[in-house]
């Protein structure tokens, strides 16, 4: 199932959590709209932008980090 909403995101000083596809330093952590979270390295996190955003309701992206997923101010 996918949301009609963009997902609410916050930014955070720091993310202490790996990347779950490389291991690498996340940068965004992701809460499912169906349950569960998952976190992403910068390259991972928007090489998936759109997919991440359509499934998640809460973004959580690390201070200074540009997330492809963030929609564009109108």
Sequence with gaps: MTSLLSPEIVTADSLTERC???GAAARVEIALAAGGSLAFCGH???KHAERLAAVASKVTVEEGFEWAG???PA
């Design 20 to 22: 779950d596809s490389c």
């Design 44 to 46: 991972h996190a928007n």
């Design 70 to 72: 963030r929609p564009n």
